[in-house]
């Protein structure tokens, strides 16, 4: 009996090497049961993982594109007929996370193929049945759509009722590094850990706030240091603050994968101050490896952080209440080590038992069979 054919079609690189390039790359890794293809556009503003290395191991192909000065790039006319010809011999097409302008094609796309098509939605953002009337029409011609969160679900529930719309999260395993919960209770140093691209749309504006609150409170929390795992337009601000005050902050730049795992088993606070993640993996690796979070109340936050009860959600971006939700969290390391431990070994437990890649891959896997069949 022959795999199902599925293309993955995403308009960035998975040379990007961001959550959704990530989860391509697991998705397409683990799902033995289906014959991948994935197609992207040959865009990537940084490039974190070397293409040819993928080419060993999946058959992937970038095409030629079209940047217009905002927004996701197009592709040529070649090149979206070069992916219609390989979507019609495969059973079953993903969009990966289509964004302006390139979700106006989804139309002509879903048109021009004989196949179901599942556009999945990966980021996030406030949806208004008003402002996004557009892109809910764009999507009536569609078969499926894929969310990772509770609000983005029932929004495309409520509007989008010709498509079938299913929630299937972000996933996660277990960490290598994380033997016990022990070690980051009783070390010497608490570590605030940041991972993840340095730009507005992550609250890398709203980390510089947190760190310059910090070098003016340092004499009140001795014992914090703030480690900075990323790059971007925020890099060599938080650089210079490193190279000024090291004895509070480290900034290591970009780190590679088996790097960030050991940084998430040694944190014992995970800040994620973002405004558009869906859901976020980064996230679900540093509660993996047993450690809280400090996080903004965005849906993917609020669906992890509340089924795993991991941390504290924050209403915003004031860096003021950022700095008093972690000040809770290094309290309780300092005065009640046994608490913070039962704390780290609880929030491990309920991110596996709910966010394993196992259970999301299980799910994933009966949906896209449900669909081709």
Do not use: Q
């Amino acid at each position: 009996m022959r795999k199902k054919k599925v293309l993955i079609f995403r308009c960035n690189s998975l040379a990007v090497g961001g959550g959704v390039e990530n989860w391509i790359l697991k998705v397409v890794s683990e799902l033995k049961s289906f014959d991948f293809t994935v197609i992207s556009l040959a865009y990537a503003k940084d490039r974190r993982i070397n293409v040819c290395d993928l080419s060993r191991h999946l058959t992937y192909m970038e095409l030629p594109y079209v940047k217009l000065p905002r927004g996701t790039p197009l592709p040529t006319m070649s090149s979206l007929t070069r992916v219609i010809d390989i979507a019609n011999a495969s059973d079953l097409v993903y969009w990966a996370s289509p964004c302006i302008p390139s979700d106006l094609l989804i139309p002509v796309f879903s048109k021009a193929i004989s196949v179901p098509l599942i556009v999945g939605f990966h980021s996030w953002k406030i949806f208004s049945i008003f402002t996004d009337y557009c892109l809910f029409k764009l999507l009536y011609s569609v078969d499926g759509i894929h969310t990772m969160n509770t609000y983005s679900y029932n929004i495309f529930k409520k509007v989008c009722r010709n498509s079938r719309v299913f929630l299937v999260p972000n996933g996660t395993e277990h960490n290598p590094y994380l033997k016990d919960t022990i070690e980051k209770t009783y070390s010497e140093r608490f570590i605030v850990l940041w991972t993840g691209r340095l730009e507005h749309d992550k609250g890398a504006d709203i980390l510089v706030k947190i760190l310059m609150f910090a070098i003016k409170m340092r004499s009140k929390f001795s014992e914090l240091k703030f480690y900075i795992c990323g790059s971007g337009s925020y890099a060599s601000i938080i650089k210079k603050l490193s190279s000024r005050h090291k004895d509070l902050i480290a900034y290591l730049g970009f780190v590679d994968r088996d790097k960030l795992l050991e940084m998430y088993a040694r944190a014992n606070l995970f800040l994620s101050p973002s405004r558009i993640d869906g859901m976020p993996l980064r996230l679900l690796e540093a509660h993996a490896a047993g450690t809280p979070a400090i996080a903004s109340a965005i849906p993917g936050n609020i669906d992890i952080i509340k089924i795993c009860k991991s941390g504290i959600l924050v209403k915003g971006w004031d860096a003021i209440k950022y700095a008093r939700a972690i000040s809770k969290i290094y309290n309780i390391w300092k005065t009640s080590p046994e608490s913070y431990n039962r704390y780290c070994m609880s929030i491990s437990k309920r991110t596996l038992r709910n966010f394993s890649w196992d259970v999301v891959l299980k799910k994933l896997s009966l949906i896209l069979n449900n669909f081709i069949n």
